[in-house]
């Protein structure tokens, strides 16, 4: 009984050990977009996986394709591949798949996540938009997910593209936010920069409205910036957008963490996906800028005042035009 014991034990050891050796080494990664250039030889290809970290061992798999005869069936292309594959997998790829096919995405500035993923899905680069906006959300990306011009593929996993979009943020505003003299944390300073976004048109005045922002910040006073508003409202079905036109005096007394009309300091978060110029002004607002309010002029443009008294009189100049 005890020998039978012992040899069920070894059999079930040498089929999971392996299994779990396997797992361990060849466990799946986060998903690279690679190029394999037209003619490129086996060796070749082995870097550019290598570099990518998709396989181990280019000689292995120099090896299994010379071997196998799959040295000459190796494809060009755009590849889409986990990282930390197995060698023989990879070639299988690389010689049954014709690559994808990549569409160019353009993602605008000031984006809230839930335009995001509808345009995604609108694309056919994702499935379903509902999974996205909840795992972005499970992850704080409101904010990180960085306006851009992508090229995705069909059908792509929804954790590619949070991903692929993270390292673009990483990429481009990670470094700015490191090396900024500051007391704000990241969030707070993506916070402003992504209501800076919403309010801004013109580059110039970028600088001058994230010092208003901060203007008012500093002295406890309440933003009272409406984009905040208007993210707190979500979808409008009767204009068939985010982002409502035109706020009522009701819209103005929302009960809501993000009505900064109601509830002193920042919103609980970033209310958009600022773009670069966004963040490198509210890292570098303009100095010496004593305004505490602004008004839109019907021009895209905006009047600044430092008193209400002033800023009342500008209200009723531009109501006048």
Not at 209 to 231: C, H, M, S
Not at 245 to 274: E, Q, W
Request: net charge positive.
């Amino acid at each position: 009984m005890k020998i039978k014991i012992a040899v069920i034990i070894l059999i079930l050891a040498l089929i999971i050990i392996p299994f779990g050796i396997h797992q361990h080494y060849y466990s799946k990664g986060d998903f690279v977009r690679i190029e394999i250039p037209q003619g490129a030889t086996a060796g070749q290809i082995a870097d550019i996986l290598k570099e990518n970290k998709i396989i181990k061992s280019p000689f292995w798999f120099k090896v299994c394709t010379k071997f196998s005869g799959a040295a000459k069936l190796l494809r060009s292309g755009t590849f889409l591949l986990h990282k930390n594959m197995s060698s023989e997998e990879a070639i299988w790829r690389l010689t049954s798949d014709t690559g994808v096919e990549l569409l160019k995405i353009v993602i605008p500035e000031g984006w809230r996540t839930e335009e995001i993923a509808r345009e995604l899905a609108k694309q056919e680069i994702i499935k379903d938009e509902n999974l996205f906006i909840h795992l972005a959300k499970a992850q704080n990306l409101e904010g990180r997910l960085f306006p851009s011009t992508y090229l995705l593929a069909k059908n792509m996993p929804i954790e590619a593209v949070l991903k692929i979009m993270q390292e673009e943020f990483k990429k481009n505003i990670s470094p700015l936010i490191q090396a900024a003299q500051t007391d704000l944390t990241e969030d707070q300073i993506l916070t402003f920069a992504s209501i800076v976004e919403r309010e801004a048109t013109y580059d110039e005045e970028r600088p001058k409205i994230a010092a208003v922002y901060l203007n008012r910040y500093k002295i406890g006073k309440r933003l009272e910036a409406d984009p905040t508003v208007q993210y707190a409202l979500g979808y409008i079905p009767e204009e068939n957008r985010f982002w409502k036109a035109r706020l009522s005096k009701k819209d103005l007394r929302l009960d809501n963490p993000y009505n900064t009309y109601r509830y002193n300091g920042l919103p609980p978060g970033p209310i958009a996906n600022p773009g670069l110029k966004s963040v490198q002004a509210t890292l570098n607002p303009m100095q010496d800028f004593t305004a505490l309010y602004f008004v839109a002029d019907n021009t895209g443009h905006h009047v600044f005042s430092d008193t209400y008294h002033q800023h009342v009189n500008a209200i009723k100049e531009i109501r006048s035009k």
